[in-house]
């Protein structure tokens, strides 16, 4: 039973624009989440959380938006650029720190 | 760089061996977790040691083991190899009460 779930394995975007990536979650006591990038041959990279408390956290080009009545996150890529190409997944620990539950993966590619 | 080191970074056996994964945690953390990245999966979480003992414990199979010892670097056993136990095994680690947690470069196993 997938408790994270990203229901989009690959998304294309042109350098410059928006890249959007959705992530959605079964438990509504789940109250933290994470994004990591993945690049291949290499781990998982932390890159930005959002708490349940907040609807909104923002790093440079990277917002993370929480819709908590949804159980849904998204995260925004703006303006995308060709070094964001990678997969990237989003997380929730079942309690503070426990595991790590990852929804399956988004690949971006952004294309020149 | 996370700060977190796995060793070997490739591994190629035989069905029917045992290996062994090592993982040194980020300076002055005290949990470490491991992780399991097969095919076309998401991350799926193994087992979690905290300064030295047991956790938390995930999908591990009986065939195999862990251990975190006292200068905290962790070791993964997966004995009695058999073809689909070929994947990424990465190791995270934090400091036992938060949230991110930071991940090693994996060590893609090979099962021939």
């Known amino acids: 039973d997938q408790q994270v779930k990203q229901n989009s394995p690959s998304l294309s975007v042109q350098e410059g624009r928006i890249s959007i990536l959705n992530c959605d979650y079964t438990n509504s006591m789940f109250d933290y989440f994470l994004w990591y990038k993945k690049y291949p041959a290499e781990g998982p990279t932390f890159l930005i959380s959002?708490?349940?408390?907040?609807d909104k956290n923002e790093d440079g080009r990277f917002t993370v938006f929480l819709n908590k009545s949804a159980k849904h996150l998204s995260l925004h890529i703006v303006p995308s650029q060709p070094g964001d190409s990678a997969v990237y997944f989003c997380?929730?620990?079942?309690?503070?720190?426990?595991?790590?539950?990852f929804g399956q993966g988004t690949e971006l590619s952004v294309k020149p | 760089d996370s700060g977190v080191t796995q060793t070997p970074k490739h591994l190629i056996t035989a069905t029917g061996q045992r290996v062994t994964l090592r993982c040194s945690p980020r300076?002055?953390?005290?949990?470490v977790y491991w992780y399991q990245q097969s095919l076309d999966q998401g991350l799926q979480f193994l087992i979690q040691?905290?300064?030295?003992?047991?956790?938390a414990k995930g999908n591990i199979l009986e065939r195999f083991s862990a251990q975190q010892f006292p200068d905290l670097h962790s070791e993964l056993n997966l004995s009695s190899l058999e073809l689909g136990d070929s994947a990424l095994y990465f190791c995270a680690s934090n400091s036992g009460n938060q949230e991110t947690q930071y991940f090693g470069p994996g060590t893609r196993l090979l099962v021939l």
């Open positions: 040691y905290y300064n030295g003992e047991e956790r």
């Open positions: 997380a929730t620990p079942n309690n503070q720190g426990g595991k790590l539950i």
């Open positions: 300076s002055g953390d005290l949990s």
């Open positions: 959002i708490s349940s408390i907040k």
